[in-house]
């Protein structure tokens, strides 16, 4: 086991300029997060935009974003392990190693919006109270780490037995990958459910919040998956067969059909006999009392998704690389706008009280956030070096004692 974690992290360490170049990037990008970070344990959150009035900003709608993309991973895992679809099963490990990053990203966005990060021991199991089941945080601690840990352990036995030459007994771990299935739909519709259970935001009591934020998961994450695999298949030597992609872009499809869907539900059951209950809904897409901060980010993303799911109904364009990549890119940026500053701010506009108080997130926010999303892009690409590696052959105990012999 040592001599694989060995040469597993020997196999980061090695690559082309193109590869060093990309994690140089990503380096820098983590310090200008890491500086912007200090400024806020520094100063406190009076840096952020973030008030008494609205204080769930930037980072939450990161947050809620990333558990999406983590979630989204399951949908290599479904058909490579449970329909044992060979071409998905190349790729699976792939998949779970975006979990892994996008699950850390997730922790990590929650932490930096606590004003006082070391006060998180107050969660830990046995050193402080986790109030497990009666607190929906509780009940999103447990789901997450589960996952995370489901995540690193599943590719860790597949890639331990093929770094010396043998084949993973399905039996041994599928009630595993069972587990993790169920964990994954866990882990969005608790998320949902964190919402929900603010009384005193009506925007957030919505029956069709779980599985708005499920199809949402289905149509991101297959879209952020379709653009990893193209880079890798360009950029390595790594298979990746068309049909893998071609599946995703069908699945990703029709979610986000369904999600367009919700979001209409929701727009008529809210405006049809419009009540107090829907000033939330009338900020977000038209504004209140003349402000409307968050008017031009709603509609851009709804015209995100129209034009995305457009391109993906038509057949031929979904087939043509191009316009299926510009498709992904509509449906990631266009999800991210409407499950993060679309959902999260607008929850607390206006505040029980009526008072309308707009948020804008600062330049330290865009920092931290910037650096997080660097660090998880430097994870995944790191973990999906070490698999490529031991996957092609190139690491291996065999290889191992060649060289020992020689």
């Known amino acids: 086991m ?65 558990v999406g993309i983590a979630a989204g991973a399951v949908l290599l895992v479904i058909p490579a392990y449970v329909f044992h679809r ?38 830990l199991p046995f050193i402080g109270r986790l109030n497990f089941p009666t607190s929906m945080l509780a009940w999103d601690v447990v789901v997450l780490t589960t996952y995370l840990g489901l995540n690193l352990a599943i590719p860790l ?19 595993v990958v069972i587990l993790s299935i169920f964990v994954a739909i866990s882990i969005h519709t608790v998320t949902a459910f964190l919402f929900a259970a603010n009384s005193a935001r009506p925007f957030w009591h919505n029956a069709l919040l779980g599985p708005r934020f499920i199809a949402t998961a289905f149509a991101s994450g ?9 880079a890798i298949r360009r950029f390595t030597r790594y298979p990746v067969a068309q049909s ?36 939330s809904m009338r900020y977000l897409y038209f504004g209140l009392h003349g402000m409307d901060a968050l008017r031009p980010w709603i509609w851009t993303a709804l015209a995100m998704n129209a034009v995305a799911v457009v391109v993906l ?7 043509r690389t191009l316009t299926l990549n510009i498709a992904c ?5 266009g999800i991210w706008i409407e499950k993060g500053m679309g959902l999260v701010v607008p929850g607390f506009i206006p505040t029980p009280l009526g008072e309308v108080f707009e948020y804008t997130p600062t330049l330290v926010e ?41």
Request: charged content about 15%; overall charge neutral.
């Open 222 to 230: 297959p879209a952020l998956i379709i653009l990893v695999l193209q």
């Open 86 to 123: 060979q071409d998905v099963k190349g790729v699976v490990l792939l998949g779970e190693g975006l979990a892994v990053a996008a699950v850390i990203g997730a922790m990590l966005f929650v932490t930096v919006d606590l004003g006082h990060p070391e006060r998180f021991w107050h969660l």
């Open 366 to 406: 865009l920092g931290v956030t910037l650096g997080i999303w660097a660090l998880c892009a430097m994870i995944f690409t790191l973990l999906a070096k070490a698999s490529i590696a031991i996957e092609l052959g190139d690491v291996g105990a065999a290889r191992r004692a060649q060289r020992v012999t020689a």
């Open 313 to 319: 109904s038509i057949h031929a364009l979904r087939r």
């Open 2 to 66: 040592f001599s694989f974690l060995r040469d597993g992290v020997r196999a980061m360490g090695h690559g082309g300029r193109a590869y060093w170049t990309w994690l140089a990037v990503l380096s820098a990008l983590v310090l200008v997060g890491a500086y912007s970070y200090g400024l806020q344990l520094r100063d406190g959150l009076v840096v952020t935009g973030m008030s008494d009035q609205v204080s769930w900003g930037f980072y939450i709608a990161n947050f809620a974003f990333l």
């Open 157 to 175: 036995y597949v890639h331990y037995c093929h770094y010396r030459g043998q084949e993973p007994v399905l039996k041994a771990y599928f009630p």
């Open 244 to 279: 893998v992609i071609d599946t995703l872009a069908l699945i990703m499809t029709i979610s986000l059909w369904i999600s367009l869907f919700f979001v209409g539900a929701e727009l008529f059951t809210d405006f049809y006999n419009e009540g107090a209950h829907a000033a």
């Open 329 to 333: 890119v509509l449906t990631f940026i």
